[in-house]
């Protein structure tokens, strides 16, 4: 009965860490985005391959970003980024 409630705990917590990204990710797949990326793969190739480098970490950082900003409640994303920018604006701007 304990192993079976381990297994059960460990796929629980594997679908609620795979759940935010999966969804996300699916919901980019719509017909004309499908329609582009063939085309741009097409056209390009594997030459642009290298962006992915720049961009993984990025959207990773949106996705963490996404997942917290519920930890607040009351904050959306839009106030937790506008905050941060005035804050770096203050850090820069400071004499």
């Known amino acids: 009965m304990k192993r079976r409630n381990a297994i059960a ?3 629980l ?3 609620k860490i795979l759940g935010p ?3 996300t990710g699916s919901s980019d ?3 004309s985005g499908i329609a582009t990326y063939s085309q741009a793969g097409a ?3 594997l030459s642009t391959l290298w962006t992915a480098l720049v961009t993984i ?6 996705q963490e970003m996404c997942a917290t900003s519920n930890t607040f409640g009351f904050l959306t994303l839009a106030l937790m980024t506008f905050t941060a920018v005035v804050l770096v ?5 400071e004499k």
């Open 9 to 11: 705990h460990r796929l």
């Open 13 to 15: 917590r594997f679908w």
């Open 57 to 62: 970490p990025l959207m990773a950082s949106i």
């Open 43 to 45: 056209l390009c190739g």
């Open 21 to 23: 990204g999966l969804v």
């Open 89 to 93: 604006y203050m850090q820069l701007t």
């Open 29 to 31: 797949d719509d017909p």
